[in-house]
């Protein structure tokens, strides 16, 4: 994904419902994508990773799905609830050349109100 | 707990004066990261290490070095700080190369230029 810019896209939900936040990332030849979140003043924390290999997968109250035909990742998160506010990155690796790290995308920051 | 550790949490320093920032990692892998993340903004890879191999990536500016005396620690100095080296510095462990796997962030240290 492309990081840029100043300002984080904003999704607010209501507590209870579902919510996706989606991504696009650039290097077609990444094959291992992966969604963090971030609250304020702490590290990145993991919270589901894909390979190239799927399409889908679960894991507990989330689910990610990976389109590689348009370059996009979208992250859903079933039944929100308030400590699921946060700063959400996709990031993107795997393309080789060396290239070890991880790119991330711009971050989506999700409210979940009361 | 096997973690990441990073020390201190908050960094002040004054402009042009030198700065070490700490990390270290119960978690025994080989693979160590370095990660800048302005406000607001998403992280960016700085540098890595793969075991004792250094990994530069090709925007990280010269002012930037770092050091990994051990398996468990990993040093990022900063010789002259300018006020557009305020940001989080984030430290990150993987147990192998490639891209490919979670990368397990610290909880940050912010730092402040002066």
């Known amino acids: 994904g492309e990081s840029v810019g100043l300002h984080l896209p904003t999704l607010s939900v209501q507590e209870g419902d579902n919510s996706i936040i989606n991504c696009a990332y650039s290097?077609?030849?990444?094959?291992?994508f992966i969604w963090y979140k971030q609250e304020s003043g702490k590290g990145p924390q993991f919270i589901i990773d894909i390979r190239s290999n799927m399409d889908k997968r679960q894991g507990q109250r989330v689910t990610v799905l990976l389109n590689k035909t348009v370059k996009h990742l979208s992250l859903q998160i079933a039944a929100t609830q308030p400590g699921d506010s946060a700063v959400y990155f996709c990031a993107e690796g795997g393309s080789g050349g060396g290239a070890d790290g991880l790119t991330f995308g711009k971050g989506t920051h999700l409210i979940i109100q009361p | 707990d096997a973690m990441v550790i990073q020390n201190p949490r908050y960094q002040v320093t004054q402009f042009g004066k030198p700065v070490t920032l700490s990390c270290s990692q119960t978690?025994?892998?080989?693979?160590m990261y370095w990660y800048q993340q302005k406000s607001s903004q998403a992280p960016k890879l700085l540098f890595h290490y793969y075991d004792k191999d250094f990994n530069n990536e090709a925007d990280t500016p010269d002012n930037f070095q770092s050091r990994r005396p051990n398996t468990s620690f990993c040093f990022l100095d900063i010789r002259s700080p300018g006020l557009g080296d305020a940001a989080m510095y984030l430290c990150a462990t993987s147990p192998n190369r490639g891209g490919r796997e979670i990368q397990y962030f610290g909880p940050g240290t912010r730092l402040l230029v002066l």
């Open positions: 290097n077609s030849a990444s094959d291992y």
């Open positions: 978690l025994n892998h080989n693979v």
